[in-house]
């Protein structure tokens, strides 16, 4: 049928003929691709959202989300990627991620809240992977039918009835009665045993609390934005002090609390959520994947690696290169005169991140 990426233990390019499965006009299912060359598949939830295997993010550079039966339809960019928090990408266990992309697509597949599949039912399985081991034909969206084996707190096991999925249908959807209930993530090497999917219901919070704040016009004043329509009102601008990062902003007047008016319109004051010198509570909090405390504090800020005996290695105006609590080297406000740390020499930026932003989401980021 169609084939699957790397199935745990597989060797790369291992891949056997799997025979069945036929052309799918599903196309809320849809590919991950690097121009003409497929990385996996996935399965949009919503017009801006679509979910996939954590581990087909494992190379640094974002592939698009293709909308169509081949890889020559419609292509997507990837605005941001939430990972599994748990993700392990040495067992695959919360083998599971959400892509915001912008533009929106058409068509979409509900996910599944409760799993109501028991072991002996029929799952139909869907994916872009190859139909014949080294298949140099293009890449086409592909349905079959598996049969659902066993049940973990973390998995779904199916076998061949006839279809197994294999290479490129990794992130792929396992549906039953019409909702996604699996995400296709690993199984043996040569696709005629078994597949293992990720339980979508596992992580039905996660996607949950991702799709409510990525839904059009859902984002208020001073929240983090991924796309243009996503805020309420006004417009989705990039951080001036972090541009991986964009917030809902409006024209300049009477700001809400926590912002200022900055270049014409209401922003977050330096240091931004997530920039560096923001307060943290954890690692994702950043957008830099870094919250740590200078040694001899017991406050933990965004912050980057530096190195102070390395030229280029430097920190922000405003921040110095100074040791963590174990010892490593990472930049941290510079401390005043009179002991305040504030960024950039203004005291109310700090007072603001302190007020807000250990209230705020945590930040996704991509595993590094």
């Not at 399965?43 to 039966?69: F, K, N, R, W």
Request: proline share 6%.
């Amino acid at each position: 049928m169609i084939g699957f990426v790397l199935a745990a233990g597989a060797v790369a390019g291992a891949v056997a003929p799997v025979t069945g499965g036929t052309p799918s006009g599903e196309d809320a299912v849809v590919a991950l691709a690097r121009g003409s060359v497929l990385v996996c598949s996935a399965t949009a939830i919503a017009p801006h959202l679509v979910l996939t295997a954590a581990h087909c993010l494992s190379d640094s550079q974002l592939p698009d989300v293709v909308e169509g039966a081949a890889l020559d339809g419609a292509h997507h960019a990837i605005t941001a990627t939430f990972v599994a928090p748990s993700f392990d990408p040495d067992t695959l266990d919360h083998d599971l991620a959400l892509l915001v992309i912008d533009p929106a697509v058409t068509a979409t597949l509900p996910y599944a809240t409760g799993l109501a599949a028991v072991p002996g039912d029929a799952l139909t399985v869907i994916g872009f992977g190859f139909t014949v081991a080294n298949d140099t034909a293009p890449a086409e969206r592909r349905t079959g039918t598996s049969h659902l084996d066993a049940i973990d707190e973390l998995r779904l096991q199916s076998s061949a009835a006839p279809n197994q999925t294999c290479e490129g249908d990794s992130g792929g959807p396992a549906l039953f009665a019409g909702q996604i209930v699996g995400v296709a993530s690993a199984g043996d090497a040569a696709c005629t045993q078994f597949a293992k999917h990720t339980r979508v219901d596992a992580h039905a919070a996660l996607i949950a609390a991702k799709l409510a704040a990525t839904t059009e016009f859902s984002a208020p004043t001073g929240e983090r934005c991924y796309y243009g329509t996503n805020c309420q009102t006004g417009m989705c601008l990039p951080a001036l002090d972090e541009p991986r990062e964009s917030f809902c902003s409006i024209a300049c007047g009477t700001c809400p609390s926590g912002l200022a008016c900055i270049s014409g319109a209401c922003r977050h004051p330096a240091p931004s959520p997530g920039a560096v010198g923001a307060t943290c509570a954890g690692d994702d909090d950043c957008v830099g994947g870094l919250c740590e405390a200078a040694q001899g504090s017991t406050t933990t800020t965004c912050t980057a690696r530096c190195f102070s005996d390395l030229p280029g290695f430097t920190c922000p105006d405003g921040y110095s290169c100074t040791a963590n609590a174990t010892g490593a080297e990472a930049c941290f406000a510079t401390p005043h005169d009179d002991g305040c740390h504030a960024a950039h020499g203004d005291a109310s930026w700090l007072l603001i991140a302190i007020g807000s932003v250990r209230a705020r989401r945590a930040v996704a980021r991509r595993r590094r």
